[in-house]
């Protein structure tokens, strides 16, 4: 009985270790992915990067091409519409 007690144990300590070596690995490296994302160094770049592309998108002549100006127009009319008779 003893045996049977000293070889599960082995056996468990083993797959824990195996577990560890794969899978929580594999588990430490997304949690640490999370981690920078939801960090607040992560946030100000991500500001950052919206501030210059504003900055470079005023410096320019034309934001949009015509194509586009005509689009969001087309669709900015259809939600007026819409919001319109939503309140009749």
Do not use: C, H, P, W
């Not at 144990?9 to 994302?37: A, H």
């Not at 934001?63 to 969001?72: F, G, H, P, Q, R």
Request: hydrophobic share 40%; aromatic share 12%; proline share 0%.
């Amino acid at each position: 009985m003893k045996i049977f007690v000293y070889k599960s144990l082995f056996i468990f300590f083993l797959l824990l270790i195996l577990f560890k070596l794969t899978i929580g690995k594999l588990i430490s490296n997304y949690e640490q992915k999370i981690d920078y994302f939801l960090s607040e160094e992560y946030t100000n770049e991500i500001k950052s990067k919206i501030r210059n592309e504003i900055k470079s998108g005023i410096e320019k002549e034309r934001i949009l091409s015509s194509e586009d100006a005509t689009l969001i127009n087309k669709f900015l009319n259809k939600l007026k519409t819409e919001i319109s008779n939503a309140n009749k």
